[in-house]
């Protein structure tokens, strides 16, 4: 258990919807990285958030979008759906602004249909 | 821009073989490298790290070294067991403000007994 937790588990919902998904990070960690995982694209780094502020952002979608709390939790909103937008969603955290290495959630895996 | 080459996978070896994956990477400037692995239905597992040149990082056995006239940072283990069978994912992190990881597309290693 790496003490990241994301919910939900599974989540299926239709092409055109809106779905939330929730990271809590590990206790004391500022940091929150967001990842897309799919079988055609491998592990893609979406953004990364450092104690409630935007730091990097990688290929994320203008239909996605993301926040961290002030409770340090995060959230990745996405919107009108796609078939293709199908995959497994990871969240990760660490304790600093530069990572010693991160501690990966189990994810949740979204498709659209 | 940055990248991240592994060896195709699957690779598929006996028990008490010894393991090596490559991996190789094109940055500038002096990124931190790891290794990931991702066992069936989990997220990922900080496996092993290098945060500078000629840096050896181990764990579990494994291990890799940073050799930056290479640009290379393969992952070996002396004598590999059934339950190192998994998908192992090469990694490089560089502080651009924020920390945008880019992961390669991961080697899955079957271990027969």
């Known amino acids: 258990d790496s003490g990241v937790t994301q919910t939900p588990k599974h989540l299926i919902t239709a092409t055109g919807q809106r779905v939330t998904l929730r990271c809590s990070p590990r206790?004391?960690?500022?940091?929150v990285y967001w990842y897309q995982q799919s079988l055609d694209q491998g592990l893609q780094f979406l953004i990364h958030y450092y104690n409630g502020e935007e730091r990097a952002k990688g290929n994320i979608l203008e239909r996605f979008s993301a926040q961290q709390f002030p409770d340090l939790h995060s959230e990745l909103n996405l919107s009108s759906l796609e078939l293709g937008d199908s995959a497994l969603y990871f969240c990760a955290s660490s304790e600093r602004l530069v990572p010693s290495g991160q501690f990966f959630g189990p994810g949740t895996r979204l498709t659209v249909l | 821009g940055n990248s991240v080459t592994q060896m195709e996978g699957p690779v598929t070896l006996s028990e008490e073989a010894f393991l090596t994956i490559n991996c190789t990477y094109t940055?500038?400037?002096?990124?931190?490298l790891f290794w990931y692995v991702q066992y069936p239905g989990e997220g990922l597992q900080l496996l092993l790290k290098?945060?500078?040149?000629?840096d050896k990082g181990s764990n579990k056995g494994f291990e890799a070294t940073y050799r930056k006239e290479t640009t290379s940072f393969h992952l070996e283990k002396g004598s590999v067991q059934v339950s190192d069978s998994a998908v192992y994912f090469c990694a490089l992190s560089q502080n651009t403000g924020g920390f945008k990881t880019i992961f390669g597309a991961g080697t899955r290693l079957f271990v027969k007994a």
């Open positions: 290098a945060t500078k040149a000629d």
């Open positions: 940055a500038t400037g002096y990124p931190s």
């Open positions: 206790s004391g960690d500022l940091s």
